[in-house]
């Protein structure tokens, strides 16, 4: 099925250092999502973004939906070890369409 | 509040034998989703539910997948028989529905096949 793009696929940081990743796709999507998924967990929701232009934080975290439509980025400030885990993008065209999502970037945590 | 609750976590099985995992969605949500993650990937949609009904199935292989959703609440995903490539994660979510839909995940059935 159709997949995001999304990078890195992995990357090792030190802890405190700011994490930067990104998604893009071929078509538009009205919603982006990114979705933190542990071991043996299911992803569980980061943050959502509604409206192209849009700059969300939720803490550390802040993302932003592309003014194309075709994209996003996640920024990580200040990492910690439980930062480790699976990042996903997920574009939705509506509430009732479903989701797409990228393949993850993999996050290991230096301390 | 519960989240969305997936039972067995894991399931060890030989290939051609069935399998069948549960999923019990948040209370008051009416959408419930099935979703197959491979080793490496995003999840991808198999199936959706609007109450009792199943109104997204073009992604389930109808030929060995099926599922119900019998009383709108909790929800059965059926493999008969299982091939060794099924062995992935099978992820359940729910939501209210909305223009604003959040999905919420369950921890999901760990499958392999042998």
């Known amino acids: 099925g159709q997949q995001l793009n999304q990078s890195p696929q992995s990357m090792f940081i030190q802890e405190g250092e700011d994490v930067s990743m990104n998604c893009t796709s071929s078509?538009?999507?009205?919603?982006w999502l990114w979705y933190k998924q542990d071991p043996g967990e299911g992803p569980v929701l980061l943050i959502a973004?509604?409206?192209?232009?849009e700059l969300t934080s939720n803490g550390r975290l802040t993302a932003q939906f592309g003014i194309t439509r075709k994209d996003s980025f996640l920024n990580i400030s200040a990492s910690i070890p439980s930062d480790v885990g699976i990042y996903f993008c997920?574009?939705?065209?509506?509430?009732?369409?479903?989701?797409?999502f990228g393949k993850g970037t993999r996050l290991s945590v230096i301390a | 509040e519960a989240g969305v609750v997936q039972s067995p976590r894991y399931k060890i099985i030989e290939k051609k034998q069935p399998v069948a995992f549960w999923c019990n969605p948040i209370?008051?949500?009416?959408?419930l989703y099935w979703y197959l993650q491979n080793l490496g990937q995003g999840p991808e949609l198999l199936i959706r539910?609007?109450?009792?009904?199943?109104?997204?199935d073009s992604q389930l292989p109808k030929d060995r997948f099926s599922a119900e959703r019998l009383k709108g609440v909790d929800s059965t995903l059926k493999i008969q028989p299982a091939e060794l490539g099924d062995s992935a994660v099978y992820l359940c979510?729910?939501?209210?529905?909305?223009?604003?839909?959040?999905?919420?995940f369950g921890a999901g059935t760990r499958l392999s096949v042998l």
């Open positions: 209370s008051g949500h009416n959408t």
């Open positions: 979510a729910s939501s209210l529905g909305g223009s604003k839909n959040i999905q919420y």
């Open positions: 997920a574009g939705q065209n509506s509430g009732n369409t479903p989701l797409v």
């Open positions: 078509s538009i999507f009205n919603t």
């Open positions: 973004l509604y409206k192209a232009g």
């Open positions: 539910y609007e109450n009792e009904e199943a109104v997204d």
